[in-house]
């Protein structure tokens, strides 16, 4: 009896750790994932001045170079521009991504859609540049999250564990 308590107990804690791990996670995964994306823009801006290859072929070979979530709204990107046009194309990639940022991130992401392809050179380098200053700020806001929030929860899911813990024993 006293191992089958012990062995729940213990469960019970590395569980309510976990949990505290994974939501700390979230923070960091978003800082990572918008330095990504930023760097895939910047790549992207560099592509499109220098080489003038089509849009969705800088797209897959983006996807190609990116970290694994964000290849991915690049690459399904660069396959719904077969059916509709790059903007529209752009924007539903990010809405149906899986990458852990923000609404607001996503926001900012989309806006790069208004002039995506429709517009001259200059134009659409311009509007990579003001998704970039942006994403400055949400990766300086991120950061101060992570921050602020990775410790806390990692430490919260410890001491909740313990607590239980505690009152069951």
Do not use: H
């Not at 806001?141 to 919260?156: D, G, P, R, S, V």
């Not at 001491?159 to 024993?169: E, F, H, P, Q, R």
Request: proline content about 1%; aromatic content about 8%; glycine content about 4%.
């Amino acid at each position: 009896m006293f191992i089958i308590k012990t062995a729940i107990l213990v469960i019970i804690f590395c569980t309510s750790s976990a949990i505290g791990i994974s939501i700390s996670k979230k923070y960091a995964n978003r800082v990572k994932n918008l330095k990504e994306i930023k760097s895939a823009l910047n790549i992207f801006e560099t592509k499109i001045k220098f080489t003038y290859e089509p849009i969705p072929e800088i797209f897959k070979e983006i996807s190609q170079n990116t970290y694994k979530s964000v290849s991915e709204v690049f690459l399904n990107a660069s396959n719904k521009m077969k059916e509709l046009g790059a903007g529209d194309a752009w924007s539903q990639a990010i809405d149906n991504s899986n990458i852990e940022i923000t609404k607001e991130d996503k926001n900012i992401l989309k806006g790069l859609s208004k002039l995506l392809g429709k517009t001259n050179i200059e134009g659409q380098v311009s509007e990579i540049k003001l998704t970039t200053n942006f994403l400055d700020k949400q990766i300086e806001i991120a950061q101060q999250e992570k921050e602020k929030n990775e410790k806390l929860y990692k430490t919260l899911g410890m001491t909740i564990g313990l607590a239980i813990v505690i009152l069951l024993v």
